[in-house]
């Protein structure tokens, strides 16, 4: 294709808005805009990506499990639990993780239910600084309603941990947080509520709700807490699982090593996400590096205007040489100067560089440059696609 046709707009400097290197890449190489949009350079990019397919998913360093693909980036859209040691990998409210029993609730009997004022204490943090007590040692109390039949679901999970709505709705299927008066009709108390003593109530409890005894809850009452709730003891759950979301250091449940929380985009058939991706981890300074299949291009094809030759007609020539010999060419044809466009072919990142002058052609001889080398080579003209192929390929 013609540089002009593809109306391609490279620019000198990074948008201020790039937070990342390869965002700022395909702004400055003109595939996109700065407002995240694909030009007609980035749309034919992700056409061809879609052409070459998932293989492409080969030259970026993607992390994932059986279902989903993902692609580690600071900007990215979702958050993911992954275990650097064995490749656990996995959406952050689905990730499991081994729930180990530690102190204080490795050694302790239950102790005796007690009543306690806690004014002002409707929070899990003000409630353990009231106290004086960490917040595992707290149960954490979510109400909601089921959608299919509107039934009253409280959840119990542990105060030190996140309900994940997604291992929840996986449980009881989908919900909506509880209404005032729907929390009032089983017997419950915003702020003070626990599962003791509550009237028909799905109740769904973490799984190590029953492992930590001699919890702090709601006593169901405004400003009154309970002391040393028990699972099993003082109420039970119809629902015992894992509903808490992983935290980053939490330990991975395949290998016992820590997990780490990352942000991260989704690559499965997303292929805007993989052209970030791939310039995320494929650019220099000068620009994107893009490798063979991946590239819109094989091949950045320019003229330098001669004196006494005319180069762009035998550029031209070449253009159709390599295109019949399956080669694809971004050629750019402009009476630009060279410095320009040596600018622009590094920007744009195609695998080789091939320029016309008239010096070289004078000794029927074009310049040939891998752009990831320093160097560029003399090559015959009538050699040059035999020259290129084993760049691709190799
Ligand atoms: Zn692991």
Known sequence: MKYRDLQIQTQREAPNNARTEGFAFLVRAGFLTRENVLTKLGEHTINHLR????????????????RETFFAIPTGDIEIAHCSNCKYTERIELARFMKLVEAPFDTVAPLP??????????????????????????????????????????VVVRGDMQLSEAKLKAQVGDVRAARAEETESVGAVAGYASAVGLMDA???????????????????????????????????????????????????VSCGKPLSVLRAIQMNDN????????????????????????????????????????????????????????????FDDRDERAGVKFNDADLIGCPVRVTVGEKGLREGMVELKERKEKENQLVKIDEIVEKIKPILYS
């Not at 052409?51 to 059986?66: C, F, K, S, W």
Request: glycine residues 6%.
């Open 113 to 154: 239910l007690e009543k306690i004022e806690t004014p002002n204490c409707n929070t899990i943090e003000s409630l353990a600084n009231f106290l004086g007590i960490q917040k595992e040692q707290t149960a954490k109390a979510l109400m909601y309603t089921r959608i299919s039949d509107g039934k009253f679901v409280f």
């Open 51 to 66: 052409e070459v397919g998932n293989e492409t998913l080969q030259a970026i360093p993607t992390i994932g499990n059986d």
């Open 271 to 330: 292929f805007e996400n993989i052209l970030l991706a791939l310039a995320e981890t494929h650019h220099d300074d000068k620009g994107l590096t893009f490798p063979h299949p991946t590239a819109p291009f094989d091949a950045y094809l320019m003229h330098i205007a001669g004196k006494e030759l005319d180069t762009l007609a035998k550029a031209r020539e070449i253009y159709n040489e390599l295109q019949d010999a399956g080669i694809s060419v971004l």
């Open 202 to 252: 799905l109740i769904v409890a973490d799984d190590l709700i029953p492992r930590s005894p001699n919890l702090v809850a709601g006593a169901n009452e405004a400003g009154f807490h309970l002391k040393n709730t028990n699972y099993g003891r003082d109420y039970s759950a119809e629902i015992v699982a894992d509903l808490v979301q992983a935290q980053d250091g939490d330990t991975c």
